[in-house]
Nanobody, 114 residues
Framework: QVQLVESGGGLVQPGGSLRLSCVASGFTFSLYNMNWYRQAPGKERELVAAISSFGSTTYIKDSVQGRFIISRDNTKNTMYLQMNSLKPEDTAVYYC???????WGQGTQVTVSS
């Protein structure tokens, strides 16, 4: 069974930082591309970052370019999203996803507010 567990969300002030983690199990993590999505209330889930299986290629959504960094540690079956200079519009539930599988993680809430 594919399982993805996100953590690291919380409440931060504008300009603050968070590091999200996604721990994967049930598949050979190192062979698969991985994505981060987010969804704000009343809005569609959107792709914010992606990373290739060995981490050599990354994609970052334009609106978070220069602020977010995606990475992975295949020895720990873990993907990360380092989020810096957070803005209120980054507030959302952040989800982990392997495009090759149907399963989503449970999500972790990120709230950016003063």
């Amino acid at each position: 069974q594919v399982q993805l567990v996100e953590s690291g969300g919380g409440l931060v002030q504008p300009g603050g930082s968070l590091r999200l983690s996604c721990v994967a199990s049930g598949f050979t993590f190192s062979l698969y591309n991985m994505n981060w999505y987010r969804q704000a209330p009343g809005k569609e889930r959107e792709l914010v970052a992606a990373i290739s299986s060995f981490g050599s290629t990354t994609y970052i959504k334009d609106s978070v370019q220069g602020r977010f960094i995606i990475s992975r540690d295949n020895t720990k079956n873990t993907m990360y999203l380092q989020m810096n200079s957070l803005k209120p519009e980054d507030t959302a539930v952040y989800y982990c996803k392997a495009p090759s599988f149907r399963s989503w993680g449970q999500g972790t809430q990120v709230t950016v507010s003063s």
